[in-house]
């Protein structure tokens, strides 16, 4: 459990208390992470009456939803926003290639304005 703390970021104490529910995340001396961010999510710690408490189970939120985010990263599911600016990016420029060529510089100019104003300084003219 301690090098399970140590790799995921979740504490002794809820893997404990997943353990003694009966978490299927524990079979012999190993911990399965998929399944114990499964059961943790489903079932949250109890509010307790200090503030610490709220401050702990608001980190194990935290913390479950990095866990759920590299899970899905790991299955392709999540793409990193630089690759999906870069490729908007490059289609972007593809299109603004194929209009360059094939519309008379009027419209170019005008479909080029346009698109500036929802895109941003990305879209340029040829």
Excluded: Y
Aim: with cysteine; proline share 5%.
């Amino acid at each position: 459990m301690g090098a399970a703390e140590s790799l995921w970021g979740i504490p002794v104490g809820e893997q404990r208390r997943a353990k003694a529910a009966g978490c299927a995340a524990f079979k012999g001396s190993r911990v399965f992470r998929e399944p114990l961010i499964l059961w943790l999510k489903e079932n949250p710690p109890a509010p307790g009456a200090g503030d610490g408490d709220n401050l702990r189970a608001a980190k194990l939120a935290v913390q479950i939803k990095l866990l759920e985010n590299q899970l899905s990263r790991e299955r392709g599911l999540l793409v990193e926003k630089a690759v999906v600016a870069e490729e908007w990016g490059f289609w972007v420029g593809a299109l603004f290639e194929i209009i360059g060529r094939h519309a008379d510089r009027d419209l170019f100019n005008r479909i080029s304005s346009e698109l500036k104003a929802k895109l941003g300084t990305r879209a340029t003219t040829p």
